[in-house]
């Protein structure tokens, strides 16, 4: 079973920049996508970004172009760079990946990022 392990949160002012790591406890490559969820206080679990095993890659609308999601298979790494950050991005954000086969998918633990005005 894959462990997910998120770093990199933390309390930030509105224009700031952090980066979340998602390190995995064995090898990726029999997932075939991984995100990143968050949940601000009060409201629902929604996808932030998504990167497939190929490379590809998606966002919410509301981080275009200010968040970039990457991945290091060699260290079963997935980042997520966030740039001008806004007190509205404050939430609690989840590392997730996508099985193949159809099996459950693994989340992390969560991470909190806290951006200041």
């Known amino acids: 079973q894959v462990q997910l392990l998120e770093s990199g949160g933390g309390l930030v002012q509105a224009g700031g920049s952090l980066r979340l790591s998602c390190a995995a406890s064995a090898s990726i490559f029999s997932i075939k996508a991984m995100g990143w969820y968050r949940q601000p206080p009060g409201k629902q679990r929604e996808l932030v970004a998504g990167i497939t095993s190929g490379g590809s890659t998606n966002y919410a609308d509301s981080v275009k172009g200010r968040f970039t999601i990457s991945r290091n298979n060699a260290k079963n790494t997935v980042y997520l760079q966030m740039n001008s950050l806004k007190p509205e991005d404050t939430a609690v954000y989840y590392c997730?990946?996508?099985?193949?086969?159809?099996?459950?998918?693994?989340w992390g633990q969560g991470t909190q990022v806290t951006v200041s005005s």
């Open positions: 997730n990946a996508e099985r193949i086969n159809g099996l459950p998918d693994y």
